[in-house]
């Protein structure tokens, strides 16, 4: 494997040390190739930046934090990236956590991810966002590309389901969709799929992309030309195919294990969040919901969009509590219209509640991923926002379309 | 010899003028040594480990976050040991910090909680105020020699 440019993580952070995590984050880091080093900054910097920002705190870490941040902006340090991590549940640490990001994002070119810790976060937890983090700052030619060239092919292989697809010309002209279950043979029935649909034979495809949770798995079992984590693809994904690959725009991909919720510019992710603790607010609710109700997960959204999620009362999140909501409203005589609705609601306010509050919301607002075809998911996010949501073509198909366009990239290489 | 629990617990200046005055001072610098030189332990910088805010739970609940009780595992422990306190409050971040406004507050108030002598500072910020300071802290170790030291009370339990 080719050994990719080493990236200079600038870590900020309160209490990373503290919290007996900090292996963890170096692990992580240096799986990607990276290295996380902590800006220099002197004494006087320290005292001065709360002035300088208007922003007082009580905790004199982050105080060290905004100054490290002001160093950054200002281009005196050679970082590449930056990773701000405060405590999780940690009310001031919150408030310089997103500030910071944000007066990052907005005065430099610096790809900045954020993240709340616990001495429960793992490495493992880390990878993907170290990833994507890294790909941004190592990546920005490939991400620039707006069309795809050649016959390319994509492999999204997701916790729940697979997705290939086969690009030819910036037209998907093949489609394949399994059940995960071994994840090798799931890819190769997707694929065999996608070929087939497409009429053309493995031995014609010029580059192959791979993705998803599985994506290193069958990186090696296809001789993949790209290995890339779901933030990028996605990413670049969902703006292509739903033609706004200028400007800002958001995606949201509720997941079968997580969700992501990315801010996007140029086509270029900035800051983004990734869910993956609570099944509540992930696409294994809903096809809970659907096994509850007796109806096939697609034909669920229609349930819902006929519904009143008011109707319902729902006590919890939980993939479990919840659920015995649902039931029980269906006992008192709840209509599944209306239960379908709350459930698409649940999800959707819990997405809202916990991801959405740290990725700034610009329109374009693209919905993708298998839940986007769940017509109640776009319609209660439509009413939760108050803004369009766009559902572009071939959504469930996101990541291996994203594949297949950066892959485009790797022909004839 | 009385061993004197110091907040900030990193202060050299603190730790040294415990040290000088003829106590021991109780500083979180001797806790992290331990912690570096322990072989085995590999958890750069500080080799605080996952285990360690676990340890602090003693201090603090689980809805605490991580830093504080990862903190306290370190101070905790000294506290303890403590048979005298001096807290510095709204020190300069020179003279020593422990970073955090939560592990600040709950250490503050584990100290009084604890039945022990006990001196409240505040950061001198001009020469005339650091003379009396430095004379505050020499009134109150010169004083330790002569009282009753009972290092039975228990501390911990912020909840």
Known sequence: ?413 | MVKVFIYPSNSLILSDLVDRFGHEPLAVMHEIGKKIKTAGLDSPPINITPEDPKKGLKYAAVEVPSGVRGRMSLLGPLLEEAQAAIIVTGPDISFGCMGCARTNELITFLVRAKKIPKLDLEYPRTEEAAKDFVHQIHEFLAGLDNIKISTSDKTGGGE
């Open chain 1, 1 to 413: 494997m080719v050994q990719e440019e080493l990236v200079k993580i600038a870590h900020l952070s309160c209490g990373s040390e503290y919290s007996g995590i900090q292996k963890e984050i170096e692990t992580a880091a240096e799986i990607v190739n990276a290295r996380i080093f902590y800006p220099e900054i002197s004494i006087e910097e320290v005292q001065q930046v709360q002035d300088d920002f208007g922003l007082h705190v009580a905790s004199s870490d982050l105080g060290l934090v905004m100054a490290r941040a002001k160093v950054l902006v200002e281009g005196n340090t050679n970082a590449d990236a930056v990773l701000i991590t405060t405590c999780f549940r940690c009310a001031e640490g919150a408030v310089v956590r997103n500030e910071l990001r944000r007066y990052i994002y907005e005065n430099s070119k610096l790809p900045v991810i954020s993240y709340s810790f616990t001495e429960r976060t793992t490495s493992g937890t880390l990878l993907t966002r170290l990833e994507a983090l890294t790909t941004t700052a190592r990546r920005r030619s490939l991400l620039a590309r707006e069309h795809q060239e050649g016959l390319t092919a994509g492999i999204d292989s997701g916790s729940t389901t697979t997705k290939s697809v086969i690009m030819k010309d910036d037209k998907v002209i093949g489609r394949g969709w399994v059940p995960t279950t071994n994840v090798i043979q799931s890819a190769n029935e997707a694929y065999n799929q996608a070929l087939e649909t497409a009429g053309v034979t493995r031995d014609e495809i010029q580059a192959l992309g791979v993705t998803g949770y599985g994506r290193y798995l069958i990186k090696e079992e296809f001789n993949a030309d790209l290995v890339q984590e779901e933030i990028t693809v996605n990413s670049k994904g969902a703006v292509y195919l739903a033609n706004s690959q200028h400007g800002s725009a958001t995606v949201i991909d509720i997941g079968g294990m997580d969700n992501k919720a990315i801010s996007i510019q140029d086509g270029i992710p900035g800051m983004f969040t990734m869910g993956g603790i609570c099944a509540g607010a992930s696409g294994r609710f809903l096809e809970m919901t659907s096994k509850r109700l007796g109806v096939d997960i697609t034909e669920l959204g229609a349930l819902a969009v006929k519904g009143m999620q008011q109707n319902v009362e729902m006590n919890s999140y939980c993939i479990v509590f919840g659920i015995q909501s649902l039931v029980n409203s269906l006992s008192k005589g709840s209509v599944p219209e209306d239960v379908a609705a709350a459930s698409c609601h649940s999800v959707v306010e819990q997405v809202f509640e916990q991801q959405l509050q740290e990725v700034e919301v610009k329109e374009p607002l693209i919905m993708v991923g298998g839940s986007s075809l769940i017509e109640g998911v776009p319609k209660a996010m439509e009413d939760m926002l108050n803004i369009k949501v766009v559902v572009p073509p071939d959504s469930q198909y996101i990541g291996a379309v994203g594949s297949a366009l950066l892959a485009s990239g790797f022909i004839n290489k």
